[in-house]
């Protein structure tokens, strides 16, 4: 297969019986990283089949033909290997099973050619191997879960100032105004950019771990989440940074009640 290929043509072995085990045994934990972290739930006999004749095609690499025929030739035997692993349902399902299997193959041939270059035992690399595609599928599932918490958040303020934010949804800010019954969305201050001169804030207790205060509110002209336009929220300001890489904004827990 040509994924040996792009991990780097030195750990082919001369030996015909050795690049063929070395190749199936890399496909194979290729196909099994894309039916774990996409959950496809295929059976490991068909993983298996199309590890072997990703191998059994090993022979295409050595064909002297046009690099451009080269490449239109290995993107037919992926998705071979995808279609033998995992079926068809459609184009789209289809289409994400091949890009993952470029992606994997990517990111364990950069991994495989710096050990490569750095050790010459290659049963070392191989044992390797499985165990960076373990760290990528840990990786990966843990990146999914988390960016289905991230949403698009469009505020305008009564003074037609626009903002648009990163928003997390936070399941722990159940943050309501006691007097208006309103959820809360929490926004860094630093983000209105000097322009929250707004009439009329409303100014709300709250309590948190080992820590409470009176968070400023203002009630907002229009709220969009996702494009979807959601009513009777307000708006908080903190002066504290979040801990969350790239997020400018909390939402209310009350937010999921409300975008389904």
Known sequence: CYF?????IKL????????????????????LTINIALKRFSKVRRIIFASFFGSVTLISLFIKIHYIALFFLKIIMAIIMCLIAFGFKNMKYTFYNVLYLFMTSFILGGFMYYLNLEYSNKIII?????????VFIKSLKALKEIKNYYYKVSIIFSNDFHLVLTGFLDTGNKLIDPITNKPIIIINKR???GNLNIRSPM????????????????KPKKVMVD?????????????DSFKLNGIDCLL?????????
């Open 12 to 31: 082919i072995s001369r030996n015909c019986k050795i690049s063929f085990f070395i190749n199936f045994f890399i496909d194979f934990f290729l196909l």
């Open 227 to 239: 494009d979807r336009e959601i009513r009777n929220y307000l708006i908080g300001f903190s002066n």
């Open 126 to 134: 191989l044992l390797i191997g499985p165990l960076i595609l373990f």
């Open 191 to 193: 983000k209105m950019k």
């Open 252 to 260: 209310n827990y009350k937010i999921l009640e409300d975008i389904k």
């Open 203 to 218: 100014y709300v207790p709250y309590h948190a771990l080992n820590h409470e205060g009176i968070l400023e509110c203002v």
């Open 4 to 8: 040996i290929f792009v991990f780097n």
